[in-house]
């Protein structure tokens, strides 16, 4: 499944903190843009009536007096942006792309605990050298304490965009989590009965190593998943259900008999 940051149980997931480096700068930069072009005047003509062309328009704004309060403007006006951009940022990537994650260690208990309805549920481990997950687009999280700081008023920046997709706060590094981002285009949109429109990544079989189930995973569920790997496919797909230590507080996976496949 293909899921749309904003969905992400981790509120602080693709959030940078947006923070132009030097507003005053970029408030002049946006001051000379708009005064060297008439492309600027004539889009907002309506909203300057105290003048009638480009040439007017640029001699009022370069008077002393108000160039100066334009550009405090300007400034101010950046970090109120930046602000409402780092407040919408994650919705804004959840229009076009989304992320299908990946954890690192089948056994985790905090994971089985978290992400499998309590036990319940499966865990698919896939071929990890796959070309899948090769490309730019597959990421290592990197857990630290510190979120991403990000100048929204430079040059798009594909190294900065990729930190901050990857950064996570060191709670969550047990996960030892990857991602694989997707572009939304590229996914298959399901409409669920209840409204919801969820979108999936089809993968070739091969992909699959095995099937762990959990430790409360149910009789019905384990013959569903038995009777999915019979077919010629995914027979040599491995299967497994989480097993208790009898004195530690770990996890095992014991082979699960599936002769009659």
Not at 236 to 254: G, T, W, Y
Request: aromatic fraction near 12%.
């Amino acid at each position: 499944m293909v899921t749309p940051p904003k969905y992400f149980n981790d509120p602080f997931d693709f959030s940078p903190i947006i923070r132009c480096q030097d507003p005053a700068a970029y408030a002049l930069r946006l001051f000379d843009d708009a005064t060297s072009s008439p492309n600027y005047f004539n889009a907002h003509r309506a909203d300057f009536p105290m003048v009638s062309d480009f040439a007017k328009f640029r001699e009022y704004l370069n008077r002393p007096t108000v160039k100066t309060a334009v550009l405090a403007k300007l400034a101010k006006g950046v970090t109120e942006t930046d602000l409402r951009t780092q407040n919408a940022v994650v919705d804004v990537m959840s229009q076009s792309f989304g992320v299908i994650c990946f954890a690192g260690d089948a056994v985790h208990p905090l994971m089985w605990g978290h992400y499998t309805s309590r036990h319940s549920g499966l865990v698919i481990e896939f071929r990890e050298d796959d070309l899948l997950f090769t490309p730019p687009s597959f990421l290592r999280v990197d857990y630290l304490d510190e979120r991403v700081i990000y100048d929204a008023s430079g040059v798009p920046d594909r190294a900065t965009v990729e930190l901050f997709a990857r950064r996570k706060s060191s709670h969550w590094a047990y996960e030892r989590e990857s991602r694989l981002i997707v572009p939304l285009a590229d996914a298959v949109p399901f409409d669920a009965p209840d409204g919801v429109r969820y979108f999936f990544l089809p993968i070739e079989p091969r992909l699959i190593v095995s099937v762990t189930l959990g430790l409360r995973a149910d009789d019905e569920l384990k013959n569903k998943v038995i009777e999915a790997l019979s077919a010629p496919e995914l027979r040599h797909v491995e299967l497994f259900q989480i097993a208790k230590d009898e004195n530690k507080f770990e996890f095992h996976r014991r082979p699960v008999d599936v002769t009659a496949r």
